[in-house]
């Protein structure tokens, strides 16, 4: 069960699928490259949770996904989040902790909800979306409304009690839900061998009779495909499926981290390994596009974010008066 | 805005009934009402229809989709119902005792409670959870706390615990019908005790009204859930010796109902505050707190707290009754107010 891709029709990758998928994850990793050196110039504090190296993964899913179905994610969501289709200025905002924010200033990176683009959850609770999402998945499926749920998290949330009764519970109700364990092999600052018992997570789908699929993350051949298949069996009602999706993160946990932790080596081959110019490259050299081509469309993506951040810096801080709204629907004493 | 049914005659429609009988109507009537009202729950589904049989019947009429039993999973219950309530379902999970709360706490407390706000108000979780517990039983520390501090403590939450039948229903229907996550708390000892008229059909009384359970002149007796009924019998009481004690039903905690509360107190000048929770950071600490800030120079006396033991609830039966707050508890504390 731990990949059934072989065993299924396998759905095709063409070039105009590999350009949209370069596409998304150009943008969600010219998007981290500018926060991380807007944060390195001082010019914005808090805390951040870079993903940069894991861009395929969403951009893959949301190559397949449609606008109105529902995305959780975490803490390290921001490729997620760009990937969905949050707009950028409102996203920049909220990072910026502006009143133009999706949330109004009152979320951050860490808690990102934007319902216009499906975005419905982002949580600093390691593992916390992924029964959250099994709501949503169920909702869907209660409402007949043909939406399915994608919820993002990593290996180290594979470990959480609520990952086995959520994987559990949707299984039990078929429900249209997609799992996706983005495993960037560490748990915070702890590799994935101290803290999992497992080689594959995608193994622990056997456990609860659920569609299972270990893929390279960063290739975006076999990203597609699960995708595809996942998301295509969620909603002919063929119930949920755990992707386990092996990629690497680059900038360690957290801004700051001197990743003493993550050895020199695969760090660096990892880096030289990254799969977006690496996607890039192939593009190129497949003749799908010619270099000028993929260089247009990387300045439209660099000017969409220029002008987030041109946004964010120029919108308004949250009104002090607005402190107590919005804990309730009616503002309680 | 109490909805109340009417006969032809003009009489209130209703009949005497149970508390448990309330909660369960108000479930059936709000699943017919509307569609998007749904149960998840261990044990809840027919036969069983829950421990004490208050959703017997409802699987049968609604069906299995919106009368869901689940796996022994609280965090995939109160997570399944946060992720349906942001995505248009009014869910109504049951956390089977109010001790497993603590099991699904990071989902209520950091998300249900939270999701409102850090969306910035895009998203809201209209679910009502349903939970029950109480000391009293022999059921021992871990089925029988009184856990509303930490809810109240937790902006985002809504808290009600009801004290009659009447309220039960009354306020169940509105927490289902409320668009933030609400706490029903449900006393069992009362499920069978508190029996009272029901207004028929979809009665429903505003969360944030408290209710004076007794009207009088000397002293006022805060409460809710099962103790107002023990300050009720100890204000009987005290009629007797001349000492006339005001008897509040707060019904809800968050919202609460500060004006009826101070403008009791302001009337008697003597306040004590009943409730079954351990007494150390229990909400009569916020109370007397409140009172004490708003009426000081009218009080005749410190605000008195009544309430359980510092300890974990006991097994055995001396030692239960010697940690929960008594009558005779309450006595005292109000005949202290008047030396």
Redesign the interface.
Known sequence: MTSQIAEEVEPAVDADILVRIFTIATKAKLYDDQYRAMMNAGKVGGMYYSARGQEIIPAAINAVLSPDD?V?TMYRGVHDQVSKGVPLRTLTAELFGRAS???????GPM?I???SSGL??T?G?VG?G???????????Q??RSGQV?VVNFGDGAANI??FH??L??AS?WKLPVIFVCQNNRYAEYTPYDQGTSVDQIAKRGAAYSMRAMHVDGNDPDAMYRAARIAIDAARAGDGPTLIEAVTYRFEGHMMGDTKEYQPKEELKAAIEADPVPRLRHRIIASEYRTEAELAAIEDELQNEIDDAFEFAMAAPLPDVADLT?????TE?? | MTITAKSSDGAVAGRKMKMIEAISEAIDLAMEIDDSV?ELGEDIQDPKGGGFGIHKGLSTKYGL??VRP??I?E??I????????????R?VPEIMLMNFMAVCA??LI??AAK??????????VPLTVRTMTGAGGGFGAQHSDMLEGPLVHT??L?VVIPSTAADAKGLLLSSIF???PVVFIEMYPLYFSASDFVPAGDYRVPL?EARIARQGSDVTLISWGRQVHDCLAVANDLSASGIEAEVLDLRTL???D?DRILASVGKTGRAVVVHEAVRRNGFGAELAATISEELFGQLHGPVRRVAAANTPVPYASVLETAYMPSRADIEQAVRGLFR
């Open positions: 529902y959780v924010g999706s949330c109004k200033g009152k979320g808690h909800t934007d319902v419905i959850v949580t609770v916390s992924i029964p959250i999402a099994v709501g949503v998945g169920l909702s869907a209660m409402r749920a009690g609520a009764e959520a559990n519970m039990l709204a919005d804990v309730y629907g309680i004493r | 749904f989709d919106r689940t796996p999973s965090q995939a109160m997570g399944a119902a946060i992720g349906a309530a942001i995505t248009g379902m869910p990071d989902q950091n998300h999701l409102r706000y850090m969306s910035g108000g895009q998203t809201n902006p985002g809504k409320d668009d933030d944030g968050v919202p609460l500060l």
